[in-house]
């Protein structure tokens, strides 16, 4: 059977996949909402006893407590390597802050990374290894030079005008600043990665992570944190605190759902080549310091006409290209012919299957070789019987 027709290889129908996998895998950022909780809970709890300040170092003693939590959370977790990797990470930091070298935040980074590699040198060439890092560090990176833009987020103690409604005005700004500079850091610095590994970029996070880091990231991991601790001192109320956690849980799966059906929720893109992953961070880099570097802005425009030259030859190379080329992929049973004509349409003969459906080989090695060869459309399907 012949079909002919034009199929785009994209679909917003694992969206919600994608949101899921980021919000409840264990990564740096529930280890880190834990050793947070925990070091706010202790200094708040220390500054009820002026007489033990004169005694104990605030942060060093808040370190310290945050440690055990830490350390027990990713024994429940199940000590996968994500976890491990998490926790490791979030004690160097923690341990940065016991030695006073709490500046020196890239440190505590790059010595994580060392002991990971140490022991599991495999695990640079690791899509989550790289992708946790690279987070971590555009975090770092790139919000003091966001700050300097949103002048906003400077406002300290001393500037806020008498008056509670004004300061907790100035607190929500502060925390919706705050919360969309974080992500789009984050998102930013792992984008060219993300979508070089999965074909794939979501716009939507920016707007999602306002709701769902602080109830899935947080209340849910700390609620889930605390009832594992009252199992062992009270059964009523740990049942308390699941049923509370499963009430919000379902909120925030509700919220998941509702984000995923944005038409920019997940937005299928073609493989970028290495040089073009490099192109992207230098653009980045560069427009982060426009502020600090001088000139900068030429450069950022150079390396934007780089690249908008690159995209523009490979289309014109693509749709005027004279030769026919047929590639075959193995699809399990047989094998998937893959036929590039002159001027760049495709046309897929048999793309293979299981009767039960348990792979799909056309997600799974069909559309990955047509995006890595920066096809997004099909225009003939052959069906063979």
């Known amino acids: 059977m012949l079909r002919c027709g034009v199929l785009r290889m994209e679909s917003v129908a694992s969206a919600p996949s994608m949101f899921y996998a980021h919000l409840l895998s264990i990564s740096g950022l529930h280890v880190a909402l834990v050793a947070a909780f925990f070091f706010g809970a202790t200094r708040l709890i220390l500054k009820l006893f002026p007489s033990l300040l004169l005694r104990l170092n605030l942060n060093k003693t808040s370190a310290l407590v945050a440690i055990v939590p830490v350390i027990f959370y990713t024994f429940i977790a199940g000590l996968g390597v994500a976890a491990v990797r998490s926790t490791i990470m979030t004690l160097s930091f923690l341990l940065a802050l016991l030695l006073d070298r709490e500046k020196d935040l890239y440190d505590a980074l790059f010595v994580a990374a060392f002991l990971i590699l140490v022991v599991t040198p495999a695990a640079l060439f690791d899509i989550s290894f790289q992708l946790s890092f690279l987070s971590v560090l555009a975090i770092l990176y790139l919000i003091p030079r966001f700050m300097e833009y949103f002048s906003i987020l400077k406002i ?80 009523p109320l740990a049942q308390i605190l699941m049923t509370v956690n499963v009430f919000l849980l379902n909120i925030s799966l509700a919220l998941v759902d509702f984000f995923s059906r944005f038409p920019v929720a997940s937005k299928r893109v073609t493989t970028p080549t290495i040089p073009e992953v490099f ?107």
């Open 156 to 235: 300290g103690p001393e500037k806020i005008p008498e008056g509670k409604p004004s300061r907790w005005k100035k607190k929500a700004l502060t925390y919706l600043g705050a919360s969309l500079l974080t992500s789009a850091a984050a998102i930013l610095g792992t984008g060219p990665l993300v979508v070089l590994y999965f074909n794939r970029i979501s716009l939507v996070g920016f707007l999602s992570n306002l709701f769902l880091v602080p109830l899935m990231g947080f209340a849910n991991t700390l609620l889930s944190l605390l009832t594992s601790l009252f199992v062992f001192i009270s059964h």
């Open 279 to 385: 192109l992207l961070y230098s653009v980045l880099i560069f427009a982060a310091n426009i502020k600090r570097w001088r000139r900068s802005i030429y450069g950022l425009i150079g390396l934007v006409a780089v690249f908008i030259a690159v995209q523009v030859y490979s289309y014109y190379a693509d749709r005027h290209a004279s030769d026919l080329t047929v590639t075959f992929l193995d699809v399990g049973q047989g094998d998937a012919a893959v036929v590039r004509f002159p001027a760049g349409k495709v046309m897929v003969i048999d793309g293979g299957g299981t009767p039960d459906g348990s792979f799909d080989p056309g997600e799974r090695i069909v559309a990955p070789f047509l995006w890595k060869i920066k096809n997004k459309s099909v225009y003939y399907l052959v069906k063979i019987y």
